[in-house]
């Protein structure tokens, strides 16, 4: 029998590129042309994606689609409800990154409170030969209470990590959760009165758009600072570049933004602002765990009819009941 024919609309890591080779036919969207595409989007029955919108339009390109395996434990980007829609799977790569997002985002925060951004540019322009010391940081992580907006697998991780700095933790997010004592607050606006350092730990979803807004920054406070390892989606950028401007908040870590790769200028060279790259995951050994598990998700799929890691919306997606709409 011949093999599945997998769509790759981005290249993705060697490891990746080579797994598929060896289990599939591989149809790239970087050297094939879209006519070329197009012939043979009939028999594409995966797709494996990384930075790629998976939409109605693209579902209704390939008519016998069968699972979509994003690569990120967000999959904001793909429409899961669509693909439950009409059947199919879709898969993230929950678990191996964990521990690297967590180490990130306690990096980012450390940066932000204690503005090493601009302390890294006062050495690389010659300022510290010429000019002297760096002042001193006006945040410390002393006494700091860490307000985890999201706390799921990611969240949970970051907030042991912050209890090990002596912080209190609190959180928000759609539930109280009954596996930890740290103290739950029902809206983000409580959250943000009780604690001074926001993390955002929660995916990006229509409901959440801009929930970082002017209140809740007005609810964090002169001493507050935004964390951001989630979606940039979630915060209010103007709201938040306003808060800066104003001294409503002391600063802000940020690895993800609103629309990737494009960074306001209003967020960039400035003491109170850390930004980084959307690099929470990104060191080759967490991004070869992910790309290892959009692998397995799709052998196991065309070999066994089950995903390893189906995102909730497909859980119940079986094999060969794609449905048309
Ligand atoms: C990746 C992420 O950078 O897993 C996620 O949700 O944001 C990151 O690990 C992203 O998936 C790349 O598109």
Same mark, same amino acid.
């Given at each position: 029998m011949s093999q599945p024919v997998i769509f790759l609309p981005n290249p993705a890591l060697p490891l990746v590129e080579d797994a598929l080779d060896r289990e599939f036919q591989v149809l790239r969207g970087a050297t094939a042309s879209t006519d070329e595409i197009q012939k043979a $989007?009939?028999? #594409?029955? @995966?797709v494996s994606v990384f930075q790629a919108r998976i939409d109605e339009a693209f579902l209704d390109r390939f008519p016998n689609l069968e699972i979509v395996a994003n690569f990120g434990v967000g999959y904001d980007a793909v429409d899961a409800k669509a693909c439950a829609a009409r059947n199919i799977m879709v898969t993230n790569t929950p678990d191996v990154l964990t521990e690297e997002v967590a180490d990130t985002a306690i990096g980012l925060m450390i940066s932000a409170v204690r503005q090493f951004g601009a302390a890294e540019r006062w050495v690389q322009s010659g300022n510290w030969e010429r000019n002297g010391s760096f002042p001193l940081s006006p945040g410390t992580l002393r006494g700091r209470t860490l307000g985890v907006y999201g706390l799921g697998r990611i969240g949970k991780a970051i907030a042991a990590r912050a209890e090990a700095f @002596?912080?209190? #933790?609190?959180?928000? @997010?759609?539930?109280?959760q009954s596996d930890v004592a740290y103290a739950y607050h029902d809206t983000l606006v409580g959250l943000a009165q009780a604690c001074d350092t926001l993390m955002i730990a929660t995916p990006g979803t229509p409901e959440n758009r801009n929930a970082v807004s002017t209140e809740v920054l007005e609810a964090l406070g002169a001493n507050g600072v935004v964390v951001n390892i989630g979606r940039g989606s979630v915060v209010d950028e103007p709201a938040l570049i306003a808060a800066l401007d104003k001294g409503t908040i002391l600063g802000a870590g940020l690895d993800v933004f609103a629309d990737e790769p494009r960074v306001?200028? $209003?967020?960039?060279?400035?003491d109170n602002v850390v930004v980084l790259p959307h690099i929470g995951s990104a060191s080759i050994h967490t991004r070869n765990g992910m790309g290892q598990l959009v692998v397995d998700n799709l052998v196991r799929w065309f070999a066994a009819g089950e995903a390893v890691t189906p995102v909730p919306e497909t859980r119940h997606v079986k094999p060969g009941t794609r449905r048309a709409v």
């Open positions: $989007a009939d028999l #594409v029955r @995966g @002596g912080m209190e #933790v609190c959180y928000h @997010g759609r539930n109280r306001p200028t $209003a967020l960039l060279n400035r």
